[in-house]
């Protein structure tokens, strides 16, 4: 099994421009969410999904967009690059249900928008 | 709105060392308590708990939950320099269907030779 992977690894952005962060995972996994990490502050969700078709908004969702059309991908999308968005993003699966919240996270993909 | 705070921010200590890193939590509908450790990489389970008083132990790691009080706290015993990391504690809370986890800020943790 691969887990859980992103890419890319790295990105740097304009101001404005738009792109998407791939997540996939090949566990079967019902439950997928996007984090973003900024240091001091651990991390914050944004996006999050309980299976496919199936999303909604974590703590801090503006300027994002996801869609969960298989089980295996669950996107990122940002709409209009801004400053305040340059951070480590990570994706993470586990099983639904509430015994099982240990999450399996993607390696992360390192975004700076200038 | 779901509150995790850890403490302290960060510490230095030397190999041999015992270090207790503290979380305290306000959430609503909690479920479970997760310890992460992060190198310069993704986060990496540790431990889950779920009921209060009891002891979890994974070699010189331990954990223990206190649902009254509202904390927990993460023992690393002979600490070693791999032990150096940031130290995630995290909150899952809600109805099943969109439970989700609060993440506090992190205890960064370095252990000198």
């Known amino acids: 099994n691969a887990g859980v992977t992103q890419t890319p690894k790295f990105q740097v952005l304009k101001t404005g421009q738009s792109m998407t962060l791939q997540c996939a995972q090949d566990?079967?996994?019902?439950?997928m969410s996007w984090y973003r990490q900024d240091p001091g502050m651990g991390l914050r969700l944004i996006h999050y999904?309980?299976?496919?078709?199936?999303?909604d908004q974590g703590e801090v969702p503006n300027g994002y967009n996801v869609s969960r059309s298989t089980t295996e991908d669950f996107p990122l999308r940002l709409l209009s690059a801004a400053p305040s968005q340059t951070s480590v993003y990570f994706c993470?699966?586990?099983?639904?249900?509430?015994?099982?919240?240990?999450?399996?996270f993607g390696p992360g993909t390192r975004l700076t928008v200038t | 709105e779901d509150k995790v705070v850890q403490s302290p921010l960060s510490l230095v200590v030397h190999e041999g060392d015992t270090v207790t890193l503290n979380c305290s939590y306000e959430?609503?509908?909690?479920?479970?308590l997760l310890w992460y450790k992060q190198e310069k990489k993704a986060p990496t389970f540790l431990f889950m708990l779920?009921?209060?008083?009891i002891e979890k132990k994974s070699g010189r790691l331990s954990s223990i939950l206190d649902k009254k009080e509202l904390f927990s706290i993460l023992n690393i015993t002979a600490t070693q320099t791999g032990d150096s990391a940031v130290y995630l504690c995290?909150?899952?809370?809600?109805?099943?269907?969109?439970?989700?986890?609060?993440f506090g800020g992190g205890t960064r943790v370095l252990v000198k030779p």
């Open positions: 993470a699966s586990r099983r639904q249900g509430y015994s099982s919240y240990e999450q399996y």
């Open positions: 566990m079967n996994h019902e439950y």
């Open positions: 999904s309980v299976g496919a078709g199936i999303t």
């Open positions: 959430v609503t509908n909690f479920r479970s």
């Open positions: 779920t009921s209060s008083g």
């Open positions: 995290a909150v899952g809370a809600g109805e099943a269907a969109g439970n989700k986890l609060t």
